[in-house]
């Protein structure tokens, strides 16, 4: 499997400045959001700091095991890199009061073969295009997927719901936090959306999901559903990173290699 990457980021039409933060490494297939959130600009310090070490970090790991871990391994490789990053944006916060309680939301994805390990924390989210159909691989850490969930409120009222922006867990707010992960399997054509929710909120899976049916290029997409985000009001920060699987080419056998085939 080969796999191409677009990152794009907005700062959308109400905000000053963007704490969102995005990286990838295509060597490694390691793929990082984060959608900061505090006073002052503690926000995108807490989201850059979190791309920052959770990329140099884990792809060390994945540069030192190449492609032979299991996913257990990257599963567990990756929950100790998000747990340093962790303890990292906490002990800033205590340490200075600039960025005090400041924290951020995480989706990271790490491609291997035909396997994608996805770990997130808080309402960012991860989505997959799959023959014509578009689904949610995560499960927001939020006040209103809770009360979704407990069937309090219907997802007509949660559309317009004050409480979209709550999270229950987030990266650095706490000295410990707990990263969901969940493993997947990945086949040629999948394309990848991770998200802040500057796009989900501004956008219904309904409406993204028209915007991948046009099967545009991947950096065309990318900024199709950024300008769709600000047209729809952009009242935050929008930013998405999406990942295109594609078949690699067939290992050529030995009578062919003699052919020069």
Request: aromatic content about 6%.
């Amino acid at each position: 499997m080969m796999y191409d990457y677009v990152a794009l980021t907005d700062t959308g039409r109400m905000r000053n400045n963007n704490e969102d933060a995005l990286a990838f490494d295509a060597e490694k297939g390691l793929a990082v959001l984060a959608d900061g959130m505090g006073g002052y600009n503690a926000g995108e310090v807490a989201s850059g700091m979190a791309t920052s070490l959770i990329t140099t970090e884990l792809g060390r790991w994945l540069t030192q095991t190449g492609t032979q871990a299991t996913g257990k391994e990257v599963r567990r490789a990756m929950e100790n890199c998000v747990s340093d990053a962790n303890s990292a944006i906490y002990s800033a916060a205590c340490s200075n009061m600039d960025f005090a309680g400041m924290g951020t939301t995480l989706v990271v994805c790490v491609f291997q073969g035909a396997r994608l390990v996805l770990g997130h924390i808080g309402d960012s989210r991860c989505y997959r295009w799959r023959h014509g159909t578009l689904a949610q691989l995560t499960r927001d850490h939020s006040l209103l997927q809770e009360q979704l969930d407990a069937g309090l409120i219907t997802p007509a009222q949660a559309a317009v719901s004050p409480n979209r922006n709550l999270v229950t867990r987030a990266l650095g707010v706490e000295d410990a936090v707990m990263l969901e992960v969940n493993e997947h399997r990945v086949e040629p054509g999948d394309i990848y959306l991770m998200c802040s929710d500057g796009l989900s909120d501004m956008l219904s899976d309904a409406a993204i999901a028209s915007i991948f049916s046009d099967e545009f290029p991947l950096d065309t997409l990318a900024a199709n559903l950024i300008e769709s985000a600000n047209m729809s009001g952009g009242r935050d920060n929008i930013s998405v990173l999406l990942v295109n699987a594609a078949p690699g080419a067939k290992k050529r056998g030995f009578v062919s290699r003699l052919l020069g085939k």
